[in-house]
Antibody
Framework: QVQLLQSGPEVKKPGASVKVSCRAS????????ISWVRQAPGQGLEWMGW????????NYAQNLQGRVTVTTDTSASTAYMELRSLRSDDTAVYFC???????????WGQGTLVTVSS | SSELTQPPSVSVSPGQTARITCSAD??????FYWYQQKAGQAPVVVII???ERPSGIPERFSGSSSGTTVTLTISGVQAEDEADYYC???????????FGGGTKLTVL
């Protein structure tokens, strides 16, 4: 069965960087795009960006351009999301999600809580 | 970029029909998707391609579209349907994804 397993919670200071991983299993990793979606406490879902795994092409939300980078290690079937210059309002649960072929985000990771606090 | 507007909350009694709307500021010419998110859990897709139900989603969930508004309808609402619901689409180029602000469905 398809699974996306994310790395554990992180606590970072303002100005630092965080890198969250998402290990995929149960399907051919390069055949689907992976998106990252975050959710601040008590708030809605915010799409951050995606990567087309087979060629590494990326697109990022305009408000995060320059601070976020999504990469993959196809040998490990793992996607990564790095967010730099962290601020307190980056405190959120970060999800990775597989995008099916015209099926929306059909599988999600369990979420990773990133807390930014001095 | 496209913006999707949802009502913050909808309340219905068990057995009634809940309708949650999602209005686009401009028709993105892309499909819409609906997600259910229960407290402390990852979202689950309940409607794909505007109106199709993925396997395993109960028949009481349906989707429709008219003009620049899409609607998620839950017929015969059950207590277990209490959750936050999000619509999602893409910009006209298909390069970016966007979520609506979310609607909290309360089952009275």
């Amino acid at each position: 069965q398809v699974q996306l397993l994310q790395s554990g919670p992180e606590v970072k200071k303002p100005g630092a960087s965080v890198k969250v991983s998402c290990r995929a299993s149960g399907y051919t990793f390069i055949s689907h795009t992976i998106s990252w979606v975050r959710q601040a406490p008590g708030q809605g879902l915010e799409w951050m960006g995606w990567i087309t795994v087979y060629n590494g092409h990326t697109n990022y939300a305009q408000n995060l351009q320059g601070r976020v980078t999504v990469t993959t290690d196809t040998s490990a079937s793992t996607a990564y999301m790095e967010l730099r210059s962290l601020r307190s309002d980056d405190t959120a649960v970060y999800f990775c999600a597989r995008e099916g072929h015209i099926r929306g985000f059909d599988y999600w990771g369990q979420g990773t809580l990133v807390t930014v606090s001095s | 970029s496209s913006e999707l507007t949802q009502p913050p909350s909808v309340s219905v009694s068990p057995g009634q029909t809940a309708r949650i709307t999602c209005s686009a500021d401009a028709l993105p010419k892309q499909y819409f998707y609906w997600y259910q998110q229960k407290a402390g859990q990852a979202p689950v897709v309940v409607i794909i391609k505007d109106s199709e139900r993925p396997s395993g989603i109960p028949e009481r969930f349906s989707g429709s579209s008219s003009g620049t508004t899409v609607t998620l309808t839950i017929s015969g609402v059950q207590a277990e349907d209490e959750a936050d619901y999000y619509c999602q689409s893409a910009d006209s180029s298909g390069s970016y994804r966007v979520f609506g602000g979310g609607t909290k469905l309360t089952v009275l």
